[in-house]
């Protein structure tokens, strides 16, 4: 369905388990439609239907506010009814030209990555790119109409998500005892040490080379030990 001028809001987006995030979005564009064909997979129903810039009406927007995490990734998913599309993207990372390479979703998709800005490289292309890096509360995209290929530069967003970037929990070997003197008793060992600021769940790691050891449930190396 092809609807001009549309415009909306969403209030607290749930998050992957379903729970409510707290982020909501508004949005205004040019047009929105939807792509005729039957998706033929759980990926082709996020690709089936989008908002664009069509250069008819100024400048698509749009602002997601309530964003709770310190760092986080923007994914970005992208479909036409066109072929070769495409359309500046302009947010607090500056301006990246996406290039959707017409995918067919009443085939499986498959996910293709644009890995960078397709200008000035005019090869790059995909359903899908990654804004890394992200930070603050508030987001605000604009969908512009200065790209080089399509009908008036049409490429369209048909799906967005914020991802967290989370620290993987760092924790080192300080100390290897092993070769005891005393051969009588049991004193050789590994001495594990958490230098970071919270406690990290051992449970299930393992150590496979040299000596195998499963760390059980509930085995927790608090902040700083």
């Known amino acids: 369905n092809n609807a001009a001028g549309d415009s909306g809001n969403l209030l607290n987006l749930g998050d992957e388990s379903g729970s409510g995030s707290g982020v909501s979005i508004t949005w205004a564009s040019d047009e929105q439609w939807s792509l005729g064909e039957t998706p033929a997979d759980a990926n082709g129903v996020l690709l089936k239907g989008f908002i664009s810039e069509n250069n008819t009406g100024g400048d698509s927007t749009i602002n997601f506010t309530g964003i709770p995490y310190?760092?986080?990734n923007l994914y970005l998913y992208m479909s036409h009814d066109r072929v070769l599309e495409d359309v500046d993207l302009i947010g607090p990372f500056g301006t990246f030209r996406l290039r959707e390479d017409d995918t067919d979703i009443s085939q499986p998709v498959t996910w293709r990555q644009q890995l960078a800005s397709a200008n000035p490289d005019t090869s790059q292309m995909g359903n899908f790119a990654v804004i890394p890096g992200l930070s603050g509360t508030s987001l605000s995209l604009t969908l512009s109409?200065?790209?080089?290929?399509?009908?008036?530069?049409?490429n369209a967003i048909s799906g967005i998500q914020i991802v967290e970037v989370t620290e993987a929990?760092?924790?080192?070997?300080?100390?290897?005892?092993?070769?005891?003197?005393?051969k009588t008793i049991r004193a050789e060992f590994i001495e594990l040490h958490n230098p970071g600021n919270t406690s990290v769940d051992l449970s299930g790691y393992s150590f496979t080379d040299g000596i195998d050891f499963v760390f059980p449930g509930g085995t927790v190396l608090a902040a700083g030990a």
Do not use: A, K, M
């Open 145 to 154: 109409s200065t790209g080089v290929l399509g009908s008036l530069e049409r």
């Open 70 to 72: 310190p760092s986080y």
């Open 169 to 182: 929990p760092l924790v080192v070997i300080n100390e290897i005892h092993y070769d005891e003197d005393d």
